[in-house]
Every structure is written in structure tokens, then in C-alpha cells.
């Protein structure tokens, strides 16, 4: 199989032919269909994300097709769609596992981080933590709902149902459809850029934004939340100033900046500054269904697999609405 590979940090994705993988007990083997393009695939080669597989093949908005099942797995018959995410095995024996907090496990998997991904033809998967896709969607489409779909649905769940006015800090692939699903919950969304884009403003605008305006500028009324996306510290005590008595600032992404000082009473009042770490399982099983009652269209570039480094160069560089998405 042809996959892209990366050799170790720092290096552009080389395009490899590889022997396609044989699953073992508990896996299946996915025929990829499309991967979306994730920041945290920038975090990790650009060694932001420090213990990596290497050889590695990143990738963990995986959208594909069973081709065959592992020793001992059963109810997956071949041709079924799939999704494969981040979380991609998790101990069930650790104390996080126990608590129903498997996002948290001691001893995890991480596709596309520490077990090869969906950048190639064909990739392994757990299958318990695998989810059912839509047969007849895009494949293209589905895509960042592996990754930038969850992680954004979990930020706003931690957000509490009481917050009706939300600030997205970031309007990329994650905030994209977040901005779709809040708005379907009658939610008011305000929509922070970069300086000088207004072409991800006016985006934001037409998936419901109530208002779009760049994070340098103080929020227009007081939020009942803030969800950081963008991986820039500084944006953490904006957001903080930003929100309500009460209010919570959550960060969405796995790495971040280093968050400046701010002086206590910008925390004061019962504000609250909350990170959010990988996925569970009932994340999916609430999510997909939520998105399709909403309705969600996801904007994406698609790219084919062996232009992957042009993919991350244009996410890299804010050349991109929505989501890049590689195609085998």
C-alpha cells in the first residue's frame, strides 16, 4: 500500500509503499476512503507532541471501509463503513477506565501518534473503538467529523447546557461545525479570528455567527463561555476577561502556547479555566446523531494522499476554510 510516512520530527511526509497491515486479535482492516488533516497532526511533527511511533503514518480522521476482521472479531462484515478517531484503545483496567473516563486512560492508543494512521490506503483498527458511519455520505464530508466534529461537540458539552452565548476563539475545521450544531441548540455564537480575515468571518457569519470580529478585540457583550481552539496561550486571559460571573473558558486543543500571567480578579467571581483531553466513546455515540439532526455540512479542501505535506503546509499557514481532507 502507498502511505506517507513520517521519519521523524521536523521532516516533511516521505511516500512509502508499505506491507498493508494484517489485524490481530480485537482489529479490523480499514480500506481508507479519506483522513482529514488535523492540527494536532501538526503538533506532532513538528515535535510539539513528544513521543510519537517512529516510522509513523499520521492520520485520525479516518473514514473507510472494513476489508477483513481479525482472529476472534465478530459483527463487522467486510464492506461496512467506519470511523476511526484519535482515541484509538484504551486499557478498560486503570482508574480513569473504571470512572467511565477512558479519555483520560494510563495506557492508551492514539491513532496517527502512537499506532499508525490514515495517511495511506489501508489502516488497522480497534474495533470498540471504531464508530458506524452514514453509508451513503461523502466520505470526504465525514472526515473532520472524526476529530475536529468530536473534540468541538465535548468542548461545548463542558461548556454546560446554561451557556447560551459562546465565543469561539478560532474558526477553523473544529469551530466550523461547532458553530452549526450550537446554532441548531438555539445557542448565540460570537466567532474570534485572526486580525485581517474576514474571509473566515464572513464563513462564520454564514453558518450563523451572530457576530465575527478578530481576537484581538474585546467581545462585544459578556459571554457564558469561550472555547479556545487556536493553540495560542495568549488568547486564554482575553477569553477570561470576556466572559460572565461564572463563566468558563475552555481549551480545546492538545497543545497550546504558554498561557501569559493575568492578575486574579480576571479569574475571580467563580470564572473557571478548563481543558479538555481526547474523546470517550459516548462522545461519538451523542455526537453523530446530534450532527445529523442539526444538519451539518462540513466545509472541505480535498487533497490527494501523496500532496499530504501541501495539505499541512496550507493548514499551517491559515490558507484554508474548513478542513483538508486526503483522498488515497
Not at 481543558?275 to 490527494?304: C, H, I, Q, W
Request: aromatic share 6%; net charge negative.
Amino acid at each position: 500500500m502507498r502511505a506517507m510516512v513520517l521519519d521523524a520530527p521536523g521532516r516533511k511526509l516521505a511516500l512509502r509503499d508499505l506491507p498493508v497491515p494484517e489485524p490481530g486479535p480485537g482489529q479490523v482492516l480499514v480500506r481508507v476512503e479519506a483522513c482529514g488533516v488535523c492540527r494536532t497532526d501538526l503538533h506532532v511533527l513538528d515535535g510539539e507532541l513528544t513521543a510519537p511511533k517512529l516510522p509513523l503514518v499520521p492520520g485520525h480522521e479516518i473514514v473507510g471501509r472494513i476489508e477483513r476482521a481479525g482472529p476472534g472479531v465478530t459483527g463487522f462484515e467486510r464492506g461496512a463503513r467506519v470511523g476511526v478517531p484519535w482515541l484509538g484503545h484504551a486499557c478498560g483496567a486503570c482508574p480513569y477506565c473504571d470512572m467511565g473516563r477512558e479519555n483520560l486512560c494510563d495506557a492508551p492508543l492514539f491513532t496517527g501518534y502512537t499506532f499508525d494512521g490514515g495517511y495511506a490506503e489501508y489502516c488497522l483498527a480497534h474495533t470498540d473503538f471504531t464508530f458506524p458511519l452514514d453509508e451513503g455520505a461523502d466520505p470526504v464530508a465525514l472526515a473532520p467529523l472524526l476529530c475536529a466534529g468530536l473534540i468541538g461537540h465535548r468542548c461545548l458539552s463542558l461548556s454546560g447546557d446554561e451557556a447560551r452565548t459562546i465565543g469561539l476563539y478560532g474558526f477553523g475545521a473544529a469551530a466550523h461545525i461547532l458553530c452549526q450544531i450550537a446554532t441548531h441548540q438555539g445557542r448565540r455564537v460570537l466567532a474570534f479570528t485572526r486580525e485581517g480575515d474576514s474571509r473566515a468571518q464572513d464563513f462564520a457569519r454564514r453558518l450563523g455567527a451572530a457576530w465575527a470580529g478578530p481576537s484581538s478585540d474585546a467581545a462585544p457583550e459578556p459571554l457564558d463561555a469561550a472555547i479556545i481552539f487556536a493553540p495560542v496561550g495568549a488568547l486564554v486571559p482575553k477569553a477570561l476577561k470576556s466572559v460572565r460571573k461564572g463563566g468558563r473558558v475552555v481549551c480545546g486543543g492538545i497543545h497550546m502556547s504558554d498561557i501569559p500571567g493575568f492578575p486574579y480578579a480576571d479569574l475571580w467571581e467563580e470564572r473557571e479555566i478548563r481543558s479538555v483531553a481526547n474523546l470517550t466513546r459516548a462522545d461519538g455515540e451523542a455526537f453523530f446523531p446530534l450532527a445529523r439532526a442539526a444538519g451539518v455540512e462540513t466545509e472541505t479542501v480535498p487533497y490527494k494522499l501523496e500532496r499530504a505535506n501541501d495539505a499541512l503546509d496550507d493548514l499551517r499557514e491559515g490558507r484554508l476554510q474548513g478542513a483538508a481532507v486526503l483522498v488515497p
